[in-house]
């Protein structure tokens, strides 16, 4: 995923910081918009977690800060849950302007409540998604019980959120007080899906229910179980985002791009963003996987390590092959199992002719064939296991230009089964 600063000037004239997260293609298909929950930010790790993890589902996602929160202008004390609700208003006018119309509103806890509010107004939106939100929009007001009466009496009171003090004024009770979401959720006619663990301790799980039983279909209810309330544990929300992004392919499916293949007109890219730690994300014109390396050595094991994808190539390769060969001579030839691991080996312990001394790369494939087959058959396909193109281009060496993307001098490497 590719990641963009953005500027936004809300209605009130404010600027608006935030961050447009792009496939690593830079060619998205879609896009929605990520609301963070009350008091967060956009850089807030539940919400920067699901907005890259939608990327891998071709979407171009912009989160952002609310006024007065993050790095956006404005004193929040002077906020309200409207303003949020405008300033969700004015990212979506940002984006159709600039970009392309989101069809798709995300919402985390207060956000979540936001995004429904602004998904009624807006014709464009198709689909709402909130996480851990409450069902009357007041619920946040428990966060304020003790100053409450201080708001009361003298307008406004500083509160501890988390570790943070807040001013909260009246006015943002009073605005609180006066949305009716429930009616707003009645009439909302989109598709909505609604995610919340039921061990959520800040919104209760009967929020969720409420929510669910309020709207009307097509809409979802997906348990987080084992989550808390902020998603915590970075599992939870790459989670939440692969959910979101499968349930959304109804909904808001990706639109045909004129040039939708990866970036200079390569046919693979990968983008490794250094604060994801080792997580890559590897694109084609048309999918897209995660690639990291094992906790282990140090990553964080959310997809195939790079000699994994290598075993992955190769015995991909070795089953089409055989499947094609085995159709074309009409043999009954029903499965195929392929069985790899990768591993520097000394030549001595290898029983390998390799016409080299020392330590080689290694890479061990068992075969297995399932089907009607003598062995005449067996042992010819065995013969083919080896000549895919895969296998041929491993073994017999290729060549590989390396140079950088801004005029550098061109490096070649030429690989031929060693590590330089």
């Known amino acids: 995923m590719k990641t963009q600063d ?3 000037t809300n209605a009130d004239g404010l600027v608006l910081s935030a961050k447009l997260e792009l496939p690593a293609n830079q060619k998205p298909t879609r896009f ?5 929950c009350f008091a967060c930010n956009s850089n807030f790790g539940a919400v920067r977690n699901i907005s890259q993890g939608l990327t891998n589902h071709g979407f ?3 989160r952002f800060d609310f006024a007065g929160l993050g790095f956006s202008k404005g004193d929040f004390s002077e906020t309200n849950f409207s303003g949020n609700v405008s300033d969700l208003i004015d990212v979506f006018e940002f984006a159709s302007e600039n970009f392309q119309t989101p069809e798709l509103l995300i919402g985390h806890s207060l956000g979540g409540a936001a995004a429904l509010i602004a998904a009624s107004r807006l014709t464009d939106v198709k689909a709402v998604v909130t996480i851990g939100s409450p069902a009357d929009v007041h619920h946040v007001t428990k966060l304020f019980k003790s100053g409450i009466d201080q708001i009361e009496t003298q307008g406004k009171a500083e509160i501890l959120i988390g570790t943070r003090p807040f001013t909260i004024k009246k006015q943002f009770i009073d605005d609180l007080a006066n949305t009716d979401l429930a009616q707003t959720v009645k009439n909302l006619k989109k598709a909505f899906l609604v995610m919340h663990s039921p061990q959520d301790e800040v919104v209760g799980i009967e929020n969720a229910a409420k929510l669910y039983h309020e709207a009307k279909h097509p809409k979802s209810f997906v348990s987080l179980d084992g989550a808390d309330h902020l998603l915590s544990n970075k599992e939870d929300s790459l989670y939440v985002a692969d959910v979101i992004g499968s349930w959304a392919s109804r909904y808001v499916p990706p639109k045909e791009m004129e040039e939708r293949i990866s970036t200079k007109g390569e046919q693979v890219v990968a983008h490794l963003n250094l604060a994801n730690n080792f997580t890559n994300q590897i694109q084609t014109d048309r999918h897209s996987i995660l690639a990291d390396e094992p906790a282990s050595v140090g990553g964080d094991d959310l997809g195939f390590s790079p000699y994994e994808l290598l075993n992955a190539a190769l015995g991909a390769c070795t089953t ?9 001579k009409q043999w009954d030839l029903k499965e195929v199992n392929v069985y790899m691991s990768y591993a520097r080996k000394h030549t001595d312990d290898i029983n390998f002719e390799t016409g080299k001394m020392g330590l080689v790369d290694y890479i061990d494939k068992k075969v297995e064939l399932i089907g009607n087959l003598d062995e005449e058959q067996r042992a010819r396909l065995m013969e083919i296991a080896s000549k895919c193109p895969v296998h041929k281009t491993l073994v017999n060496g290729v ?6 993307e801004k005029d550098s001098p061109e490096v070649f490497d030429l690989i031929d089964g060693s590590n330089y």
């Open 6 to 8: 953005l500027q936004i």
């Open 32 to 36: 929605a918009i990520f609301a963070h």
């Open 60 to 62: 171009g996602v912009i």
């Open 320 to 328: 089409l092959t055989l499947k094609l060969y085995a159709e074309r």
């Open 399 to 404: 060549i590989i230009k390396t140079n950088e």
